[in-house]
């Protein structure tokens, strides 16, 4: 297990899953839809598919992904947000671990879809980002995709200043051997344009 804090630790300091819940619970009881990554992630898949939730935190989008009928497995290494997410949907698969070490945590790939969503990837700790990318795309099957949503500046980040380009995110994705299908502003599916502040990417495994 890597001795590196990620950077939701360094801000959090692995105290935030009750009030993380509450917060969407908020959002959700003034109306806003709180599932707009779930239901991105829906339209691109099979019935009943296989969806690893990267950095699934208190489960959110995994849990309207097994309602929507797939088989979701969610990894995480905070344990106050793991706490929620085993507390509301027990019967889940919910995994503690570092993604840098995804390979010993879930020894069979083959997942049809891997979500790295709510800002997985710029948390992640300095330096982790090319390990952490090249065990989410070895964890796909041939022809699975990687999606993931993450901000750009400082407005979409709970962070003060960017952790990574996304030239430099899709350089280790290239690295890793995948290949960007699709890039949005939005989890509804608006058209990313060059500089702006956040991006929904969708990478796939190539076939062959
Ligand atoms: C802002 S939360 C987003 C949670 C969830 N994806 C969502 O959108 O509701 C970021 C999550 O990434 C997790 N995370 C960051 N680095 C990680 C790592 N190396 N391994 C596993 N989880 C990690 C944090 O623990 C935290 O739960």
Redesign the pocket.
């Known amino acids: 297990m890597?001795m590196q804090h990620?950077?939701?630790?360094e801000l959090t300091g692995g105290q935030?899953g009750e009030e993380?819940a509450r917060r969407?619970a908020r959002l959700a009881a003034s109306g806003q839809d709180i599932h707009g990554?779930a239901a991105f992630c829906d339209a691109l898949l099979e019935p009943a598919a296989r969806v690893l939730?990267?950095?699934?935190?208190?489960g959110?989008?995994a849990i309207r992904l097994t309602e929507l009928g797939h088989l979701c497995t969610g990894?995480?290494?905070?344990r106050s947000?793991l706490a929620v997410a085993r507390r509301d949907a027990p019967d889940q698969e919910w995994l503690y671990?570092?993604?840098?070490h995804l390979d010993s945590l879930v020894p069979e790939s083959g997942f049809d879809l891997a979500?790295?969503?709510?800002?997985?990837i710029p948390?992640?700790?300095p330096g982790?980002g090319p390990a952490?990318v090249r065990h989410l795309a070895g964890a796909l099957r041939t022809g699975g995709l990687l999606v993931t949503?993450m901000g750009l500046d400082a407005e979409h980040l709970?962070l003060a200043e960017p952790t990574v380009t996304l030239a430099e995110f899709d350089h280790w994705c290239t690295q890793a051997g995948l290949t960007l299908g699709q890039r949005f502003a939005t989890w509804d599916g608006a058209p990313y344009h060059q500089g702006g502040g956040y991006a929904v990417s969708v990478h796939s495994r190539p076939t062959a």
């Open positions: 890597s990620d950077r939701w630790a935030a993380y969407f990554e939730d990267a950095g699934c935190g208190t959110r989008i990894v995480d290494v905070d947000m671990g570092d993604l840098a979500l790295a969503a709510g800002n997985v948390l992640l700790a982790t952490v949503g709970p």
